[in-house]
């Protein structure tokens, strides 16, 4: 079972604990969760784990054959490896299926789960809203 | 020989009736006190369990807050001074907390020091969530507090020196700490006014003192409170917090070794985040866009 502090929800540096309202070291207010998750599979072009956030740069090709590079925002590494992640866990040139939130405007994507082709999954709870979507909705109103 | 014979019989005889009878006492001994027996047995490991020869007085090891969790050091701020309410009035957390009465402002208004990778300072790193888990190391002189965030660490002197009346501002203080019984007592002073308390915001000057109280009730937990007195920014002492506990483990929970995370903020990786994370515009330049 996992731990109560493990639940995902959205907070400061991506860490992953129940808490009051937070947003994470940017604001929320530039992803749209009132559409659906999106799918895409894609080649890994740069895994960097760092901080505040880990990001995964994956290169998909759109309808007329252009690659455009997705930026997916994922939890800090000590989060991470928390979820089960590690610092080699995406490699370039790894073929992956992403599902995630997606930015409003722009290739970025958050509350990220990576499938690989052998069929194993890692999820990252960075912006994941999880059961605090009132403490989110919150958020979003102070930023209009 | 058959004499010899003889009392070898007898004395065989004796050893077996000896060893039947001593089966039997046994098996009657067991009979009457095997199930108390058992349940003494099971008490005293539990008891050796929870003792586990633990010594009040020994703080070494890695510890984690249980649960994790970031806080203020109450939630019932004492009243500010007109300095402290100036100072405060320039905070744009990023977080609310109804009870400390901070809403969260706009994005663009954040100016937490923790965004421009500014240490987090004392007693900060021990209230924010990446400051949960931190490493007790003693010698002879003095209590070494290790950090994951910032992998920083501050000296809690133990050789009897005392404060210094007018210490170098500093951000994480100038600590002294003494046995008083099993609880460990940490003065603090000489910290600088550039932190926040807690992730909302919470100011305080270069005034600050702080005591704090450690207790190891058990093999596997330490209890910690804190007590703030900051006369320049607010008009009585803050606290003591409620007795926190942090839990003695193997390794921190957010390290792929046995050991605690190296853990730092670097503004070179927090500006490239913004570069190529950024949706709204906020950090430094644009996102990556088509290739």
């Known amino acids: 079972m996992k731990p109560k502090w493990a639940c995902p929800v959205f907070l400061f540096l991506g860490l992953a604990i129940p808490c009051p309202p937070a947003v994470a070291h940017h604001g929320a207010v530039g992803y749209d969760y009132t559409v659906p998750r999106k799918t895409l599979k894609g080649t890994v072009e740069q895994f960097s784990w760092q901080n505040p956030h880990t990001l995964l740069l994956l290169d998909v090709k759109d309808d007329k054959g252009n690659v455009v590079v997705w930026t997916m925002e994922l939890n800090n590494p000590g989060n991470l490896v928390e979820l089960g992640w590690n610092h080699s866990s995406l490699k370039p040139g790894d073929e992956v299926t992403v599902t995630f939130n997606p930015a409003k405007s722009k290739p970025n994507g958050i509350c990220v789960d990576v499938m690989f082709s052998d069929g194993r999954k890692l999820h990252s709870s960075q912006g994941c809203v999880g059961g605090e979507l009132k403490s989110f909705d919150e958020l979003r109103q102070l930023d209009k | 020989m058959n004499c010899g014979s003889s009392i070898n019989k007898r004395a065989l005889g004796s050893l077996v009736a000896l060893a039947a009878a001593m089966a039997l006492f046994s098996a009657a001994l067991a009979a009457q006190t095997g199930p108390a027996s058992a349940t003494q047995t099971a008490s005293a490991k539990a008891q050796a369990a929870n003792s586990k020869s633990f010594d009040p007085h020994d703080l070494n090891g890695i510890w984690v807050l249980t649960p994790r969790r970031q806080m203020a050091i109450t939630e019932n701020r004492p009243p500010l001074t007109p300095w402290g309410q100036a100072k405060l009035s320039q905070v744009r957390s990023s977080w609310t907390n109804p009870a400390l009465g901070i809403k969260a402002a706009p994005e663009s208004e954040w100016n937490d020091p923790l965004y421009k990778c500014d240490p987090a300072g004392y007693p900060r790193t021990m209230q924010q969530i990446f400051g949960e888990i931190m490493r007790f190391v003693q010698t002879p002189?003095?209590?070494?507090?290790?950090?994951?965030?910032?992998?920083?660490?501050?000296?809690?002197?133990?050789?009897?020196?005392?404060?210094?009346?007018?210490?170098?501002?500093?951000?994480?203080?100038?600590?002294?700490?003494?046995?008083?019984?099993?609880?460990?007592?940490?003065?603090?002073?000489?910290?600088?006014?550039?932190?926040?308390?807690?992730?909302?915001?919470?100011?305080?000057?270069?005034?600050?003192?702080?005591?704090?109280?450690?207790?190891?009730?058990?093999?596997?937990?330490?209890?910690w409170s804190i007590t703030l007195d900051d006369p320049m920014t607010y008009t009585q002492p803050w606290g003591p917090s409620e007795k926190r506990i942090f839990q003695l483990v193997p390794k921190s929970p957010r390290s792929e070794y046995e050991e605690l995370r190296e853990d730092f903020c670097v503004w070179s990786d927090s500006s490239g985040f913004f570069k190529d994370a950024d949706t709204i515009g906020v950090g430094d330049a644009p996102a990556r866009g088509n290739k």
Do not use: C
């Not at chain 2, 915001?201 to 207790?215: C, I, P, Y």
């Open chain 2, 141 to 223: 002189t003095e209590l070494l507090e290790f950090f994951e965030w910032d992998h920083t660490w501050r000296d809690i002197w133990t050789d009897g020196r005392k404060l210094h009346d007018d210490p170098e501002p500093r951000y994480y203080g100038y600590s002294v700490g003494r046995w008083e019984a099993d609880t460990f007592v940490v003065d603090s002073n000489g910290f600088n006014d550039r932190t926040w308390l807690d992730p909302w915001g919470d100011v305080h000057s270069n005034q600050m003192r702080l005591k704090e109280t450690f207790r190891r009730v058990d093999r596997d937990h330490l209890e």
